[in-house]
């Protein structure tokens, strides 16, 4: 079965993430529309191809060696964002800080905290993502998912909402999402959204090549209610380097590509940084980061020392 009009071989893939790193993938789609993206889906299911969805690239690292499936990066519509009266409408493929200032600036209240979440709306519904005391649960108030035999609409209990994850499978798209907010003064809002993007300008690393927050923060009683950034900086992680990757200067939790890095260097000081952690405090620290393609984690990483 030859591949649907439109769909591209051998797509590098290093030029939709933030941190610049990582092969191509053997097919690579922009859909436009929710039937565009059920027929790729069909398409891919029928060839027996995984498939990956990318959003901002800004939690992705790329196998060096690629992705042997399809990738797509939703387009056209499915980037939309609308207001219906106190709720907003989104393609999966919106950015969420762009919804967030939208909703801002129509006196929309609820959304604020998307602004520090520079990854899609597709994207956030999957890893339930949230930041600053923010939830995407709370607001969410149903989506459209496409799947290989059409789309079907979900509420949020459906999604099996968990600490940064979801139920969604691989062969799921997120193609559409509503909001359900509360009318406020513009002013007000744009005001919190300015202090949200301050606090994350003071403690994070910006305008360099990085993926984003790198571990999740431990539940481990032994971490003592520390962060994984806290926990990395007490092991003296801040700064670490393999090769052209490093952990940043300013925030031990973010990984910086110096330049030319690969996805084997960032994997490397994962590893090391994952590793001091665990002998100093005895804390596993778990990647946040997703991976796609066959990624190969060094031999030490299972901590089996």
């Given at each position: 079965?030859?591949?649907?009009?439109?769909?591209?071989?051998?797509?590098?893939?290093?030029?939709?993430?933030?941190?610049?790193?990582?092969?191509?993938?053997?097919?690579?789609?922009?859909?436009?529309?929710?039937?565009?993206?059920?027929?790729?889906?069909?398409?891919?299911?029928?060839?027996?191809?995984?498939?990956?969805?990318?959003g901002?690239?800004?939690?992705?690292?790329?196998?060096?060696?690629?992705?042997?499936g399809l990738v797509m990066k939703l387009a056209g519509s499915l980037t939309?964002?609308?207001r219906e009266g106190d709720r907003i409408v989104c393609g999966g493929g919106a950015r969420l800080p762009s919804a967030a200032a939208k909703a801002a600036g129509w006196g929309l209240m609820g959304l604020e905290f998307g602004v520090n979440i520079p990854g899609t709306v597709g994207g956030a519904v999957r890893m339930n993502a949230n930041a600053y005391g923010g939830e995407l649960g709370r607001v969410l108030e149903r989506v459209t998912v496409c799947t290989p035999g059409g789309s079907e609409e979900r509420r949020p209990d459906d999604l099996g909402f968990r600490y940064r994850g979801s139920n969604l499978g691989d062969q799921e798209v997120v193609a559409l999402a509503s909001f359900a907010l509360a009318e406020a003064n513009p002013?007000?809002?744009?005001?919190?959204?300015?202090?949200?993007?301050?606090?994350?300008?003071?403690?994070?690393?910006?305008?360099?090549?990085?993926?984003?927050?790198?571990?999740?923060?431990?539940?481990?009683?032994?971490?003592?209610?520390?962060s994984a950034g806290q926990l990395l900086d007490?092991?003296?992680?801040r700064g670490l380097q393999v090769g052209a990757a490093r952990l940043s200067p300013k925030h031990a939790n973010f990984v910086e590509n110096t330049g030319g890095a690969t996805t084997s260097d960032i994997l490397e000081v994962m590893a090391e940084a994952r590793r001091q952690v665990h002998e100093r405090f005895g804390v596993t620290l778990e990647p946040e980061?997703?991976?796609?393609?066959?990624?190969?984690?060094?031999?030490?990483?299972?901590?089996?020392r």
């Open positions: 079965m030859s591949a649907p009009k439109g769909v591209e071989r051998d797509y590098p893939l290093s030029r939709l993430t933030t941190v610049r790193a990582g092969g191509a993938a053997d097919h690579f789609a922009r859909p436009e529309t929710e039937q565009r993206v059920i027929e790729l889906l069909a398409w891919a299911k029928a060839e027996g191809l995984p498939v990956g969805v990318v901002s690239g800004s939690n992705l690292l790329v196998s060096d060696d690629g992705f042997r939309r964002v609308e002013a007000d809002v744009k005001a919190t959204m300015a202090d949200m993007r301050r606090r994350r300008k003071e403690a994070q690393p910006s305008g360099i090549k990085t993926f984003g927050s790198t571990f999740i923060n431990p539940d481990d009683p032994r971490a003592e209610g520390r007490a092991a003296g992680c980061v997703q991976v796609l393609g066959d990624v190969k984690w060094p031999e030490d990483w299972s901590l089996q």
